[in-house]
């Protein structure tokens, strides 16, 4: 169709447009008034109605282009396979419009131990320190216009208009410090937060393109994306969604939640064009999914899936907006771009070659023509080998070839096994191993296998045991059955050796016999021994080995009629004759060094000088050098080889290229080596493949714009050197040659040249461009099919079906002259060397097979071949296909290019979240600072996202010359992903870009609106399940001491009735009994203690005491004391000595908030506070009245104290949540009576029993337990202070075990310290006979969800020691309640359920199978404790929830606490905590929230009173919990994830800080290895859980802190984070 020409628009009437589409998208305006106003503007310019619609198809407009740039030329260290001006100008030019547009992108920090600079520019941003305000990138000579900016154009800054007043209170705190993490994640907060909320400007450029095959013009879109470095492809991600996971924009108050976003930026009136937002969406909202879980579009299919799913629905269909489960996280499905450029040519046919020319004197086989010149011409050179210096060192004749060649065939067949069994028959396969500078053994070595019939396998000299690929080597050698290898003497006695001498067996290798090839080491054959030489038959002539993209190795083999057809082929097509010199710089034992130094060369007897590779890299003008003195007609080079030519030829001037009539430039099918120069010339009337016009020539580049091979010519045309001379070719190990440019005599006829847009090549479509575009690809043809072949372009995946005359696709070849199989791999063979080609009617295009090349590109007018590309280098991402050697051109084309070392960059994909992502890893040179490896890595996010279109996952710097190599010198691509993903690139700098680059993240929650009570009850009926209540047995009146409502009576009674019973013993860190307390003795200390405080302290009833004492009897004591005194006690952990001050803060906290009238402690601890570096730390002249109770008055209270009332106070429960708030409990007396109760009924506690206790004894269960149950149950307490265990890990077991102790109590911290301090011990105790098979419970105490690692490890650890695993159980409590549930000794053993990790984010349970995707494993938190009520609410609407549901715990219990002791005045919090109700159902009962989540299940069990057992599992806090995307996440998941990631991490911590998620991870290792982590951690996170990770700090081991019962203070850690107080190794902020 015709395209409508429109009139130009102003640029005014154009900037108003998009400003107008920009209101549209962003639902400022309605559709109406989008149309309304955009008609009123171009009224003036479109005076006909019926033009409207023209507008969609406007003038071309293309951005200026780029300036020219100086560059000096390097010293030629650069891998110039990738090089080019044109690429160059075009990154240039890119990064250029970047300038404008800045956001600052916090820069990572790293500890100063890494940093070889430890000035701070290298840790401050510039324009945030005056030192660096206008730095830049390199210097000012090398600078050019594409270079001069200053250096604040790498960073991120807040836009101009946005003063204070918008900043907001994130502001001041976000850049309160310049260093390390706080300054710079607060840069990346705001940075990220603004970035996601302003819109880029995305200016759509309609340019006319020009199809290779069709006269017609196609308007096709090309969106350039204006915006910063701050995400660098913000075009493909919502607005939101990324920077913050997707969830709501929650924040802390204290980083202010009051903050105002900045407004949409406005239009550019520099960029033209039509404004338009290209957000993807970011959730499922427009599709569904078959029952298979295939994803369907259409309103067919969603009319169908209706059907299905009413078929499915049960016959009570429960609620649908109650029931919905809506846990379903599908990752997001990539959907087709309706604007994608789409093939439209004919479908291509298949191209034949010239006929394969018949000469008369052409030898059968390649042996009858190394016999006819070896008796012909025996002096005659055939190989010419250059030492280092590039001296000849040996000159072969084809004599010497000819009789060393029988000798060694003899010696082959004959010396190797015995006459009757010989090693070697032909057929048999034998590796050839020789140095890369050993040319003439190669050769004999290869004639010689040759003529004894067997088939030599080439393959790479093993330099150590664990070489790159070398293991792979082995198994192809295994795999093709090879027992022999053949070598040189140099290289045998090179090759590493064992301490006796032999050759040791190297990793992954067979078992091999190495057979050195000298004549002097082989035996004469016999006069009438003479070889068999045959015709060329479909024998195997050899194997040459293919290293895959994943590393393996395959060996293709080639019959000798191949080899033979493959040498005539190339002798026709390269015009090759006798005698003829040839100069080859490529590697002789492979591809096409090969095919014609060694073989093609021989079949035309001609003179081969062989260039080492070591020669070149200490002399590149070498081979120019042997061209000029031995005037050879052809060279076989690389475009690297002619780039240092280009470096060096200053140096030298008496050198002539007049005689090459042709440069084979081998790696000519790499299509960043070439770009245009001259006028698109591409005419062809006649084409067979189309019926087109010819193609329209494009205008001519900027003067300067030139390729490798054109600045070679450039340069080396005064030396004689002519355009048609250079000949590049195509070529595969499976097809051989696949087209190559015949050298002509004729230069007027230009090579056919095209420019692609990027974009279509990215599907597979090929479009003609300007090169005033930045993001298009030159490429230039590799010449015609070869000789006798026949050649189609198939797609690559599926059914080879041909492609279209304007498609991309893979070429396959017909011919006598390609590869036959992958030796042993039938199946790959199958899939590569024998395709059938299929056209679109469905017709075989031939009825002989087709070998895939693992080439892309297409055939163009005339029978040319372009190539753009390779599978092995092909990435897909999201749809889109990319080249990995054109992402390495662009990145090294990124100034400064000196910051690469030797241009050495490793570009790989890696599969997250169900897509491929790219890999970047470059080597820096060893000179680079921080900044310059920042500034670079941002540049080339830039120039990869501008000129391709894709984000970059993970950008690597690692030190020069550590990334493996290949025998060559080039990156061994496998090996560094290998290393990658294992984590052992050891990067100096890593940039990591999920927020950029994945965008298939599942939908966002979406809140649910609030359902009604009605709803919720008759949906919980009509779907079966029941509200999620439970309880415990009811608390019975029946013993002695229950009369008792005091705990003090209690003791005064036991010390009547049993005052020789011991209550407590103390055990020392060696296990002897240090002191113990009988009822007697602890009421005669009491009442002395209670003197104390009475004469000394003159206190009133009632007054608070705190104890500060270390773990022991005189804490109990001291804690009975008070309550004979009237006293409220309150128990303090003494600050630690070796730590003063950071732990007396707290100590003082407690005392003032719990307004203490006085402090009882020891003479010692009393000491300690008067200490000067306590001193220094709190202000001592604010403590109450300290009593050293060490020294007790030997007289009694006049009477002890009787409390009037149960419900007075009898202790305050002080203690710092995981979360770090301070909080007191008040405890009743009814409440301690009745705690003391219920854990006596659930243990089973009597006087007769002794339970051992670790804990300490300072809040909660461990409180109780120490103090208190005792007295009440008269039980023994055997009490380890855990603080022992550091200096005796065994001292706790041990005890259990030598007093055959059946019930004791830990905590998390003791289990984590026996298991890692007695893991290697356990035969050692054993042997001191440590016996654990009377533990009856080993329960831990704790305030968190079970960590079934650590107790099913620990349970393993010592089962050989007699636990019993189902000993081992938890017990739960919290602030409201301390001990809600406990498993005690009776009852079912504790069960472990698997839930769906996915539904708990949603706050919903399902059961699912052990080992099922996304299970979580749960363990009961142990037995409801009697007298005790659960039920599971809302924690948002307190309405009781089915226990399907997770929702908040509530408890009812005589021994809740009575409510927080503040002296503030908190009622609102207290009453909302302590005394809630429920919104509908059961409104009467008054129940306290504990703040964590769970689940409650009716298990199969049964507990004593014979009713099924209701089992309580705790998920997490609900303080910690995460909201993030609009789900609620629990750290303790993430954090598994994380640990899982690498050895290495031994303990890590999460934390959500505005929208980011913050991982901090403890580093056992070295400082090197810690950049291993940042992306495997990011990569484990996404993989698992869907989210994005904002910042990984790498600490050192000890920074998480852990509080006295082993949970984490992530709230600790996230203030010392914030406060730049870790000392980090490093902090990553992804961007």
């Keep these: 169709m015709a395209e409508r020409e429109a009139s130009p628009l102003p640029l005014e009437v154009r900037a108003r447009l998009a400003e107008l589409e920009l209101e549209l998208s962003e639902g400022d305006i309605t559709q109406k008034g989008y149309e309304k106003k955009r008609s009123k503007l171009i009224r003036a310019y479109f005076p006909h109605p019926g033009g409207m619609e023209g507008m969609s198809h406007r003038p071309p407009f293309a951005p200026p282009s780029a300036a020219r740039f100086h560059r000096r030329r390097s010293s030629g260290t650069r891998d110039e396979r990738y090089r080019s001006d044109v690429h160059s100008e075009a990154v240039q030019a890119v990064l250029a419009r970047h300038v404008e547009s800045n956001v600052a992108v916090p820069m990572p920090s790293k500890r100063r131990s890494l940093v070889v600079q430890t000035s701070m520019d290298a840790y401050t941003p510039p324009g945030l320190s005056p030192l660096c305000s206008d730095s830049s990138s390199g210097s000012e000579e090398e600078a050019g216009p594409g270079n001069d900016m200053p250096g604040m154009e790498h960073w991120m800054t807040r836009p101009a208009h946005l003063g204070p007043a918008h900043l907001g209170s994130t502001s001041s705190s976000s850049s309160s410090t310049q260093s390390g993490g706080s300054g710079n994640a607060g840069r990346l907060a705001d ?322 016999l190495w057979f050195v090839t000298e004549s002097k080491h082989l035996s004469k054959p016999p006069r009438d021994w003479f070889p068999h030489i045959k015709d060329a038959n479909s024998d195997t002539a050899y194997i040459e080995y293919k290293t895959c993209k994943d590393g393996s190795v395959l060996g293709v083999t080639v019959m000798r009629i191949a080899l033979l057809t493959h040498c005539q082929s190339l002798t026709q097509s390269c015009g090759y004759t006798e005698a003829e010199t040839i100069v080859n710089v490529l590697d002789f034992k492979k591809d096409v060094g090969l095919w014609h130094g060694i073989l093609t060369s021989v079949m035309n007897m001609m003179h081969v000088i062989s260039v080492p590779y070591s020669l070149m890299k200490v002399n590149p003008l070498s081979w120019i050098q042997k061209v000029y003195h031995f005037k050879a007609k052809v060279a076989c080079v690389k475009s690297r080889d002619m780039h240092w030519a280009l470096v060096a030829h200053r140096e030298q001037k008496d050198i002539s290229l007049s005689s090459l009539r042709m440069l084979l430039v081998a790696d000519g099918s790499n299509p960043c080596n070439y770009h245009s120069t001259s006028h698109l010339n591409l005419s062809c009337p006649s084409h067979p493949l189309c019926s087109c016009p010819p193609f329209i020539p494009l205008s001519s580049p900027p003067p300067g714009s030139i390729s490798s091979c054109d600045a070679f010519l450039n340069v080396f045309q005064s030396k004689g050197l002519r355009s048609e001379v250079i000949c590049p070719c195509a070529s595969s190990p499976e097809a051989l040659t696949v087209a190559i440019r015949r050298p002509v005599e004729d230069s007027s006829q230009p090579p056919g040249r095209g420019v692609l847009s990027m974009q279509g090549l990215s599907y597979s479509v090929v479009r003609v461009d300007t090169e005033e575009r930045l993001s298009v690809l030159t490429v230039q043809d590799v010449g015609t099919v070869m000789p006798g072949a026949v050649v189609c372009v198939v797609k690559p995946e599926g059914v080879p079906l041909l492609c279209k005359t304007d498609e991309i696709g893979e070429l396959c070849v017909c011919s006598v002259a390609t590869g036959t199989s992958y030796y042993g791999l039938t199946g790959m063979t199958k899939n590569t060397f024998e395709v059938f080609p299929v056209a679109s009617g469905g017709g075989l295009v031939s009825e002989y097979a087709f070998v895939r090349t693992g080439l892309l590109g297409f055939v163009g007018p ?233 004469e000394r302290g003159g206190l009133q009833e009632g007054d608070h005491i705190a104890l500060v004492y270390p773990p022991g009897i005189d804490l109990i004591a001291a804690f009975y004391g008070c309550l004979y005194a009237g006293c409220v006690p309150i128990t303090v952990r003494p600050p630690h000595p070796q730590n003063i001050s950071t732990t007396l803060p707290t100590v003082k906290m407690i005392v003032e908030v719990s307004r203490s009238a006085c402090v009882m402690t020891t003479a010692v601890i009393c000491k300690l506070l008067r200490s000067k570096e306590a001193v220094a730390t709190v202000d001592i002249r604010n403590w109450p ?98 603080v022992e265990l550091e200096s005796n890990p065994a001292l706790w077991l041990l005890a259990v075990s030598q007093l055959r102790v059946r019930d004791t109590f830990c905590s998390y911290s003791v289990m984590e310290l026996c298991t890692k301090g007695l893991g290697l011990q356990t035969e050692a105790l054993k042997a001191r006979g440590l016996d654990l098979s009377r533990v009856r419970a080993c329960v831990v105490v704790a305030e968190e969800r079970p960590r079934m690692s650590l107790t099913h490890s620990f349970s393993k650890l010592f089962k050989d020691l007699g636990l019993h695993p189902r000993s081992v159980s938890t017990a739960f409590g919290c602030r409201v309640n301390l001990a809600i549930c406990l498993q005690g000794t009776s009852g079912p053993d504790p069960t472990t359920v698997y839930v769906d990790m996915r539904a708990l984010r949603h706050d919903r349970v399902r059961l699912v199978e052990r080992g099922s995707p996304h299970s979580l494993p749960l363990m009961e938190s142990g037995k409801i404790l009697p007298g005790v009520r659960i039920i599971i609410a809302n924690p948002e609407t307190k309405g009781p929830l089915g226990d399907s549901h997770l929702g908040e715990i509530w408890v009812h219990s005589a021994h809740n606490g009575s409510g927080y002791y503040s002296g503030y005045g908190e009622e609102v919090l207290q009453s909302d905590h302590f005394t809630s109700r429920l919104s509908f159902g059961d409104t009467s009962t008054v129940w306290a929230r504990t703040g964590y989540l769970g689940f409650l299940r009716r298990t199969e069990l ?72 940042v992306p495997m951690v990011t990569k484990a996170v996404l993989e698992e859980h869907y989210l994005i990770v904002g910042v990984v700090v790498v600490t050192d081991i000890g920074v998480i802190p852990i509080n006295s019962r082993g949970e984490k203070q992530r709230m600790h850690l996230r203030d010392g984070f914030l406060q730049d107080q870790l000392d980090p190794i490093y902090v990553a902020y992804n961007m």
């Design 191 to 512: 940075s990220l937060a603004h970035t996601h909320l302003s819109h880029p400007h995305l200016a759509h450029a309609h340019l006319t393109h020009t199809h290779l095959t069709q006269s017609h013009h196609v308007s096709a879109h090309h969106s350039q994306t204006h915006h910063g470095i701050g995400h660098l492809s913000l075009k493909r991600k919502a607005a939101l969604g990324m920077a913050e996971n997707g969830g709501s924009l929650r924040r802390s108050c204290e980083f202010g939640s009051d903050m105002l976003w900045p407004p949409p930026l406005e239009s550019d009136e520099r960029h033209i064009g039509t404004i338009a937002r290209n957000t993807q969406k970011y959730g499922n909202a427009e599709r569904m999914e078959t029952g298979d879980g295939v994803p369907v579009s259409s309103r067919v299919s969603a009319k169908i899936q209706q059907l299905v799913n009413t078929l499915k629905m049960p016959r009570r269909p429960p609620l649908r907006e109650f029931f919905v489960d809506d846990f379903e996280e599908l990752l997001e499905v990539q959907q087709p771009d309706p604007k994608q450029p789409r093939p439209e040519g004919a479908e291509m046919l298949a191209v034949s070659g010239e006929a394969l020319g018949v000469v008369t004197n052409w030898p059968p086989s390649l042996e009858a023509a190394l016999q006819r010149w070896g008796t012909i011409s025996p002096k005659a050179p055939c190989l010419t080998s250059l030492d280092t210096t590039g001296k000849p060192l040996y000159v072969l004749t084809y004599g010497k070839l000819w009789s060393r060649s029988i000798k060694l065939a003899y010696n082959i067949l004959h010396k190797l096994g015995s006459k009757q069994e010989p090693m070697l028959r032909p057929g048999d396969r034998v590796a050839l191993v020789f140095p890369n500078n050993d040319p003439v053994a190669f050769m004999v070595a290869f004639y010689g296998c040759l003529l004894a019939e067997v088939v030599p396998v080439p393959i790479e000299v093993p330099l150590t045991r664990k070489d790159a690929g070398s293991q792979q080597i082995g198994f192809l050698l295994g795999s093709c059955g090879v027992t022999v290898a053949l070598t040189s003497d140099a290289c045998h006695k090179g090759l590493p050796k064992s301490a006796t001498g032999e050759i040791p067996q190297f990793r992954g290798w067979p078992k091999l």
């Design 862 to 1094: 005339g029978g040319l071949v372009f190539i753009s590309g390779k599978m092995d280098g092909l990435i897909m991402v999201s749809g889109r296909r990319h080249n990995a050697d054109d992402i390495v051109a662009t990145a090294l084309a990124v100034e400064p290019m000196k910051f690469v070392y030797r241009g050495r960059i490793a570009v790989f994909c890696v599969t997250v979240l169900r897509d491929e992502r790219i890999v970047v890893v470059a080597e820096q040179r060893p000179d680079s600072t921080e900044e310059d490896s920042f500034q670079w890595m941002s540049r080339v996010l830039q120039a990869i996202d501008s000129i391709h279109g894709v984000g970059v996952f993970c950008l690597g710097l690692v030190p020069a010359n550590t990334l493996p190599k290949t025998p060559l010198g080039g990156i061994h691509l496998s090996e560094t992903k290998q290393l990658y993903l294992e984590g052992g690139l050891h990067p100096c700098n890593v940039l990591m870009c999920p927020h950029t680059c994945v965008t298939n993240l599942p939908k966002p929650r979406q809140k649910q609106p609030e359902i009604g009570p009605a709803s919720v009850m008759v949906g919980n009926l009509v779907s079966g399940k029941r509200i999620a209540m439970a309880s415990g047995r009811d608390l019975g009146q029946t013993d002695d001491n229950d009369q008792f409502l005091f705990l003090s009576e209690v003791l005064q009674w036991r010390s009547q009735t049993t005052p020789d019973h011991i209550l407590y013993t103390l055990l020392s860190s060696r296990g002897l009994v240090s002191s113990s307390l009988t009822c007697l003795q602890l009421h005669k200390r009491a009442e002395r203690v209670a003197a104390l405080l009475l």
């Design 1185 to 1282: 009245p300290v009593l050293d109770t060490d020294d007790l008055p030997k007289k009694k209270p006049p009477a002890l104290y009787k409390p009037c009332n149960p419900d007075a106070l009898a202790y305050l429960d002080f203690s710092v949540s995981t979360t770090g708030m301070l909080a007191g409990v008040q405890m009743s007396h009814n409440a301690v009576g009745a705690f003391c109760r219920s854990v006596k009924l659930q243990c089973e506690l009597y006087p007769s029993r002794e339970v051992a206790i670790c804990l300490d004894p300072y809040c909660g269960l461990g409180f109780v337990l120490w103090c208190l149950c005792s007295v009440y149950s008269g039980h023994q307490s055997i009490l380890i202070p855990p």
């Design 1502 to 1573: 049964t507990d004593a009173s014979g009713e099924r057992h209701d089992a309580l599992y705790v998920v997490g806090a609900l303080e910690e919990a995460m909201e993030l995307r609009g789900m609620r996440y629990h750290p303790i998941d993430i954090e598994t994830s994380v640990i899982r990631t690498h050895k290495n991490i031994m303990e890590c911590a999460v934390f959500p800080w505005t929208n980011l998620l913050v991982v901090v991870i403890e580093l056992e290792g070295s400082e090197q290895e810690a950049l291993d982590l």
